[in-house]
């Protein structure tokens, strides 16, 4: 089964404007992190924000922030004031294992930002 | 403060051939992880080394082989090439290992296997 699920392959937002990448999980642990990662066409994966199970707050950074919903198991980003530079696969992603760091990748959603 | 770097940046074999990928991790970053990220697929873990030893392992062949050295940089071997090796490797390091820590990724390796 497959633990995260991205499913939008393709969005597209004006820039300036609101966009809400969608991401579901599935997991029995009650201990788990979210992550999303931004990958430009140069193929370096760069950390945008993480989410931990236990967090009380919803995660935010600059203009990244996730919506969690632990009950719903969606942790959507949203990326606030869209910038031509935004342009770009984004990838969710929750880790696994407690002796070390796996990260399980969905299929990823490309975001297009247009003047 | 150099980022993580990893060479060569592309790379064509034959099956059956072997290879050897490279790494230099982030400064002061102990821990090191390799993902292989197939055309149109999010990246799949493939083995994480934590101060020289192996400490998790994902779904990948025994023919898929790591190697992390003092300076905590690191090799990825594969052997016995197969068509559906061909793929973007990426190497990430992080400071310490704790589960929670965001990895830093170099841009990868792109293997093709013909």
């Known amino acids: 089964a497959q633990k995260i699920t991205q499913t939008q392959p393709g969005m597209f937002v004006q820039e300036k404007e609101a966009v809400t990448l969608d991401c579901t999980y599935d997991?029995?642990?009650?201990?788990?992190?979210l992550f999303w990662y931004k990958q430009p066409s140069s193929g370096e994966m760069i950390f945008l924000i993480y989410?931990?199970?236990?967090?009380?707050q919803n995660a935010t950074e600059g203009r990244y922030s996730l919506n969690f919903q632990k009950a719903r198991k969606s942790a959507n980003l949203v990326i606030s004031a869209s910038q031509l530079g935004d342009s770009a696969m984004y990838f969710c992603?929750?880790?696994?294992?407690?002796?070390?760091?796996?990260?399980?990748f969905g299929t990823g959603t490309r975001l297009l930002v247009s003047p | 403060e150099t980022g993580v770097t990893q060479s060569p940046t592309h790379l064509i074999k034959t099956r059956g051939q072997q290879v050897t990928l490279r790494c230099s991790s982030q400064?002061?970053?102990?821990?090191v992880s390799w993902y292989q990220q197939a055309l149109g697929q999010g990246p799949q873990f493939i083995f994480q080394?934590?101060?020289?030893?192996?400490?998790g392992r994902g779904n990948f062949p025994p023919r898929f082989s790591g190697l992390q050295f003092p300076n905590y940089s690191s090799e990825l071997n594969v052997n016995a090439l197969e068509l559906d090796d061909s793929a973007l490797y990426l190497c990430?390091?992080?400071?310490?290992?704790?589960?929670?820590?965001?990895?830093?990724f170099g841009s990868g390796t792109q293997l093709s296997v013909l």
């Open positions: 997991t029995s642990d009650p201990s788990y992190g």
């Open positions: 990430a390091s992080s400071p310490s290992g704790r589960v929670d820590e965001k990895l830093f």
């Open positions: 992603a929750m880790r696994e294992g407690r002796g070390f760091q796996k990260l399980v």
């Open positions: 400064s002061g970053h102990n821990t």
């Open positions: 080394y934590y101060r020289e030893e192996e400490n």
């Open positions: 989410q931990g199970s236990y967090d009380q």
